[in-house]
């Protein structure tokens, strides 16, 4: 069964960095690409970043390019999103959403339950 | 980017009712479509992929359809676990994009 685990969610202060992980079981981590997927409290979804199966091909959104930057370890199932710069709009639930194939489709699968980051002085 | 819109925004609506939620895209995506539902507290689920393609396990009461720009999920007899919010989403192009959302309520 497809678990999908995010954590490293917490409170940071506007211009600082966290890294979330997202750790992957029950499917071979290596095959598939990974999504960030973020949700502001009592607001609608917004697609964050994705990285291909082998870390090769990587995307982002617009309002996080140049600070928000993902990576995999496939030797720990793992994916990052390493967030810097942090604004207050950052503040949301961050999920990771595995996607069907290697590369992305931008179909997500599976979904972790998420991990809340709250940017606030 | 291509913006997706939903109508309703809401809805309220009693069990064994036929809904329909539409979405439009801002511009032709064929059938680079998805459906998602959302219950309170808990992750998106995805229902359907390719504008119709059921997902594996999804009721069949769940149907998608579409082409281009416009597109429409219908739940053919509500029933008491489909009151959510439900997302459309495009996969067309980067960045992957979601309607607003459209909230399903009890009547």
């Known amino acids: 069964q497809v678990h999908l685990v995010e954590s490293g969610g917490g409170v940071v202060q506007p211009g600082g960095s966290l890294r979330l992980s997202c750790e992957a079981s029950g499917f071979t981590f290596n095959n598939y690409a990974v999504h960030w997927v973020r949700q502001a409290p009592g607001e609608g979804l917004e697609w964050v970043a994705v990285?291909?199966?082998?870390?090769?091909?990587?995307s982002y959104a617009e309002s996080v390019k140049g600070r928000f930057t993902v990576s995999r370890d496939n030797s720990k199932n793992t994916v990052f999103l390493q967030m810097d710069s942090l604004r207050a709009d950052d503040t949301a639930v961050y999920y990771c959403?595995?996607?069907?194939?290697?590369?992305?489709?931008?179909?997500?699968?599976?979904w972790g339950q998420g991990t809340l980051l709250s940017v606030s002085s | 980017d291509i913006q997706m819109t939903q109508s309703p925004s809401s809805v309220s609506a009693s069990v064994g009712d036929r809904v329909t939620i539409t979405c439009r895209a801002s511009q032709g995506i064929t059938n680079w479509l998805a459906w998602y539902q959302q219950k309170p507290g808990k992750a998106p689920q995805l229902l359907i992929s390719d504008a119709s393609n059921l997902e594996s396990g999804v009721p069949s009461r769940f149907s998608g359809s579409g082409s281009g720009t416009d597109f429409t999920l219908t739940i053919s007899s509500l029933q008491p676990e489909d009151f959510a919010t439900y997302y459309c989403?495009?996969?067309?192009?980067?960045?992957?994009?979601f309607g607003q959302g459209t909230r399903l309520e009890i009547k």
């Open positions: 959403a595995r996607d069907r194939g290697p590369y992305s489709s931008g179909w997500f699968v599976s």
């Open positions: 990285t291909s199966h082998d870390g090769g091909i990587k």
């Open positions: 989403q495009q996969s067309f192009t980067t960045p992957i994009t």
